[in-house]
């Protein structure tokens, strides 16, 4: 199989994916060959793997890496004028000046580029526990009134449809 896999800033594998074809991922430089117990094997102990040499290796097995994209590419948004996503790529980190390459920060609802930073119309914080108390009350006083006009329903019906 074909296993990809990136290299973070301490040398170590940060990122991997596996195939049986050859679908390539950009996000991911590095390209080598395993078995399925060598991938086993690699995916168990893959913070312990670094490249060295042109070989991918954990001191004990060794891979060599069949091939390495010469450019780092990076996830970079395409927006429209108004700010909003278009298409998401990965790109060569030097090619990325018609593109966004800041991530998105968590919590942002319907992301927009305002030029200088992500922004949202609405920025949904979660719910304190007080307020889904108060909701998990209202739908039980809710479902009590639907249960009591549900059986005064069945009695109805039951009872000849009120004639």
Request: hydrophobic letters at 35%; a negative charge.
């Amino acid at each position: 199989m074909y296993v990809q896999f990136s290299v973070g800033d301490d040398g170590y594998v940060d990122g991997l994916s596996a195939a049986h074809n050859l679908a390539l991922d950009p996000s991911l430089p590095y390209l080598t060959e395993m078995t399925q117990d060598e991938f086993d094997y690699f995916f168990n102990r893959s913070h312990l793997f670094y490249v060295d040499n042109g070989v991918l290796t954990d001191d004990q097995k060794e891979f060599v890496i069949k091939a390495q994209q010469a450019k780092k590419h990076v996830k970079a948004y395409l927006v429209d004028p108004c700010g909003h996503i278009v298409d998401i790529q990965h790109v060569p980190e030097d090619e990325t000046d018609r593109y966004i390459i800041e991530p998105i920060p968590e919590g942002v609802v319907n992301p927009r580029w305002d030029g200088e930073k992500w922004v949202s119309g609405e920025v949904v914080d979660p719910p304190t526990v007080e307020e889904l108390q108060q909701e998990n009350e209202r739908l039980k006083k809710e479902n009590e009134v639907n249960a009591m006009a549900v059986m005064e329903l069945a009695e109805i019906m039951l009872n000849g449809g009120g004639k």
